[in-house]
Structure formats: structure tokens, C-alpha cells
């Protein structure tokens, strides 16, 4: 049976804890108990295990943290929240898009994580609706649409987030984005840890009906973020 360990109710040691912990001269021993009751979010990747030993960490910690580190970050879940809000007063929501295709590319080493999502088919799904009365003479109806996915993200460190309508269906690299779709594209920079205590990222995305055009939608703001602990 493998040993069993009491669990602190405190957040997890960080790498930058481990060595603060290590230079403020704590015993070995101490470090370890502390990794064992809080567990580490750390990156316990073999290159970053060498630079411990070469920033003068003992091995003892060294196989500690290996042993005691969360498991590595390999995917996000994501919420995603579509709005449509409509032109106010009397006119119908259109339940038609040109532009019909939403996407989220999120870069990730050598592959792109490409997110796509259907427009019309948010329109259709979209039951919940709630009034804006800014305007007390025009309110408008916007209509809510909500999705969860689960996105594969498997390199660390600095990441960003492009999201942009387009009328084509078949873009699946970066590469592949029109000109015109990208400089209307809208980007998000996080950074994704090595180790969390979770990984939940929400994508809120705001589309306006056109005044002249009833059956396009401009993407009007969206905003990209994320919660590791």
C-alpha cells in the first residue's frame, strides 16, 4: 500500500517556494514534509529538476518534488459564452450569421488548438434572453448561448489566444486565417502553468446584429480568462 500522508488544507508550494525555502536554510527534511501535507504545483520536468541541482537544491528535495508534484498540465477546460444582441425595439433577432463560424487558436509548440463554433447553431441554441435598457427607448434583447470544451494544451509557459469570426469553415492553422479575419482577430495572452489545481479558462464573446444587414453579426468584444487556483 503506498504511504499515506495528512493533507494541509493550504495552497500547494510553488517552484519559487521550494528555493525561497531552500536560501532561508530550512532542513531538507522540513521541505519534503511540506511538499508531502501541500503537495507542489511545480514543473518537475527532468530540465527543470537539473537547474534545482545546479541552483545548489539538495537531491533529497530534488526527488521530493518528483514525487510529490501535481500531475503536469495537459489540457483547459473551457466555458464559452455567446451573446447576440439584437438592434432594439421592435425588430426580430436575426437567427442567421454570414459570418457564421466562431474561433479560438490558441498556439501550442509545433500544433495549433483550434476551437470552432457555429454560429447559427449558437443562435439556435440560444433560449436564455435578457434586456439591455440602457437606451429606455430602444431597449434590445440579447440572447445567451453557453458551450464547454475540453482543449489539449500541452506546452507550458507563455501561451496567447486569437479569437475572430470568419465565413469559412476550414481554417485549422493560423496560417490558414484570411487576411481580413485577422486583423479584425482579437488576442488574449495568458500564461498556462506546469501544475494547477485546476485549469478552467471561460471565452465570453459579444455579437451585435448589424443595423443595415439584419443577417450579420459583427463581433463586437470579447474577453479571454483563466483560473489555475
Known sequence: MPPLYERSAQLPLTLD???????????DAAVIKMMQERRCACDASVTSLIRLKQSGVSEGVIQGMSLHSLAPNRALDLTIQMDFEGLGG???VSTQARKGY?????PDGDRDRVFFGNLQEGLGRATRTQMDNTDLLLP???RRASFVARVPLKV???????????TRPDIYTVADIPAADRKAAQEFTFNYPA????SRCSLQVLNRQDAMLPGTWHLARS???CEWD
Open 140 to 142: 434590445k434583447s440579447v
Open 156 to 166: 507550458h509557459g507563455s501561451k496567447r489566444a486569437l479569437v475572430f469570426t470568419s
Open 223 to 225: 474577453h479571454f480568462d
Open 102 to 106: 466562431l474561433y479560438l487558436i490558441i
Open 90 to 92: 421592435a425588430g426580430a
Open 17 to 27: 517556494d521550494v528555493i525561497r525555502l531552500h536560501d532561508a536554510e530550512f532542513t
Open 195 to 198: 501544475s494547477s489545481l485546476q
